[in-house]
């Protein structure tokens, strides 16, 4: 485990209320990339994270594209059988699962961004700084 904090996105990307979903890679025990699909819940200042995964069949939860909730707007929801689950415990209230719980992503809001922590993400090589890396280096 890493005690790394990864930025996600800035805590007001996501309106209160609200789930959206991010497909991010990890780096597993053999320092191979795994995709890492996860949802982040805003709730007022409280953030909650979950593996974009049903514990019922492993499918994603999103039936639609970041569709995450159900019509109530208080509780994820499986689009695949229409699990129900608790937002702040990923507990699964009505559903094939029943009982089961989604896996949580570890959240902090830091400095006003979300960041997970917990995890070793592959990071993205960043063109802006190989250009400045390449244009620092004189002949």
């Avoid at 996105?9 to 959206?20: G, K, N």
């Avoid at 991010?24 to 819940?41: M, S, T």
């Avoid at 208080?74 to 129900?84: E, F, P, Q, S, T």
């Avoid at 689950?85 to 896996?103: I, M, Q, V, W, Y």
Wanted: hydrophobic share 35%; net charge negative.
């Amino acid at each position: 485990m890493s005690d790394v904090a990864y930025v996600i996105c800035a805590l007001d990307d996501i309106q209160s209320q609200r789930a959206q979903g991010f497909d991010l890679a990890v780096l597993d025990e053999a320092g191979e990339e795994k995709n890492f699909p996860i949802v982040v819940v805003r709730w007022g200042k409280q953030v909650f994270g979950y593996v974009n995964s049903c514990p019922h069949h492993g499918a994603r939860l999103d039936w639609e594209r970041e569709q995450f909730l159900d019509p109530t707007g208080l509780r994820l929801m499986c689009g695949k059988h229409g699990a129900l689950f608790e937002l702040g415990t990923g507990r699964c209230s009505a559903g094939p699962c029943k009982n089961d719980h989604l896996k949580p992503v570890e959240l902090q809001v830091i400095d006003g961004d979300i960041c997970i922590t917990g995890v070793s993400l592959a990071e993205e090589e960043d063109e802006d700084e190989d250009e400045a890396d390449a244009s620092s280096v004189e002949a």
